[in-house]
């Protein structure tokens, strides 16, 4: 897949940023039988995927320095085996395509395999996931999208407020409608501010994600007719771990 450079993805992404939160489906880290797998859905909704979907997989230190991390294909998920060294994982994750039918059935097919549709979707989902603490919170170098928290977010207590920040490349986004609960209220949203800044809540004792979906230019436009657009899903996870008493 051709990739935009992030510079010419800032010229149009301040045209094109449109929230679709109902359809909001993202990428995250959570333990599932014993295993760090990747889940791919919205709120209470679990889908399967390609793990040959994968573009790129990253691991990172306490101190944002790479440490080698392993994708390992499920029939229809991914999963890793990160060792005690791994803090931060960042993830891209191609959904594929798809494309409207005349009768309005959207199918998982680029355009060129369905006859008569008017709009194709091209789906790619950006994550960056917090497994352990880190030194010093800071944005993950080189990325195309991504949420930075104002604080580490394993640190948190359940109910505590920060912030978060979009990022396209080092440049914030503002007026973009950030999903605080991607798990559990994935339809309700607030908007950066100008600094690209948002204020959300560490809602979950277990697995939170933050996330947005923006719809932006397809980024083979001119070169094939697969789709008109693409759907980016830019995530934020963390899991907080509350103290039991028994």
Same mark, same amino acid.
């Given at each position: 897949?051709?990739?935009?450079?992030? /510079?010419?993805?800032?010229?149009?992404?301040?045209?094109?940023?449109?929230? $679709? /939160?109902?359809?909001?489906?993202?990428?995250?880290?959570?333990?599932?039988?014993?295993?760090?797998?990747?889940?791919?859905?919205?709120?209470?909704?679990?889908?399967?995927?390609?793990?040959?979907?994968?573009?790129?997989? $990253?691991?990172?230190?306490?101190? &944002?320095? %790479?440490?080698?991390?392993?994708?390992?294909?499920?029939?229809?998920?991914? &999963?890793?085996?990160?060792? %005690?060294?791994?803090?931060?994982?960042?993830?891209?994750?191609?959904?594929?395509?798809?494309?409207?039918?005349? %009768?309005?059935?959207?199918?998982?097919?680029?355009?060129?395999?369905?006859?008569? /549709?008017?709009?194709?979707?091209?789906?790619?989902?950006?994550?960056?996931?917090?497994?352990?603490?880190?030194?010093?919170?800071?944005?993950?170098?080189? !990325?195309? &999208?991504? !949420?930075?928290?104002?604080? %580490?977010?394993?640190?948190?207590?359940?109910?505590?407020?920060? @912030?978060?920040? !979009?990022?396209?490349?080092? @440049?914030?986004?503002? $007026?973009?409608?950030?999903?605080?609960?991607?798990?559990?209220?994935?339809?309700?949203?607030?908007?950066?501010?100008?600094?690209?800044?948002?204020?959300?809540?560490?809602?979950?004792?277990?697995?939170?994600?933050?996330?947005?979906?923006?719809?932006?230019?397809?980024?083979?436009?001119?070169?094939?007719?697969?789709?008109?657009?693409?759907?980016?899903?830019?995530?934020? /996870?963390?899991?907080?771990?509350?103290?039991?008493?028994?």
């Amino acid at each position: 897949m051709k990739k935009s450079s992030i /510079s010419a993805v800032l010229l149009f992404v301040a045209m094109m940023l449109i929230a $679709n /939160s109902a359809y909001a489906h993202g990428v995250w880290f959570a333990m599932r039988c014993d295993r760090t797998q990747l889940v791919c859905g919205e709120g209470w909704k679990d889908n399967g995927y390609d793990p040959n979907g994968l573009i790129r997989m $990253n691991g990172y230190d306490a101190a &944002y320095k %790479d440490v080698a991390v392993k994708p390992i294909n499920g029939e229809n998920y991914l &999963y890793i085996e990160p060792d %005690d060294k791994t803090s931060v994982v960042y993830v891209e994750l191609d959904y594929g395509f798809w494309s409207n039918s005349p %009768d309005g059935t959207w199918i998982p097919k680029p355009m060129t395999e369905v006859e008569g /549709s008017t709009i194709g979707t091209h789906a790619i989902k950006y994550s960056v996931n917090y497994l352990k603490s880190v030194d010093k919170i800071a944005p993950v170098s080189g !990325l195309l &999208y991504q !949420l930075v928290p104002s604080v %580490d977010p394993t640190k948190l207590a359940v109910g505590e407020e920060f @912030k978060v920040q !979009l990022l396209n490349g080092d @440049k914030p986004m503002a $007026n973009v409608a950030i999903i605080p609960d991607v798990l559990n209220h994935h339809t309700e949203t607030i908007k950066t501010d100008e600094n690209g800044m948002a204020v959300v809540k560490a809602s979950n004792g277990g697995v939170n994600v933050i996330g947005c979906e923006m719809v932006v230019p397809y980024e083979n436009e001119g070169i094939d007719k697969k789709a008109t657009r693409s759907k980016v899903f830019v995530s934020l /996870s963390f899991t907080l771990y509350p103290k039991e008493e028994d």
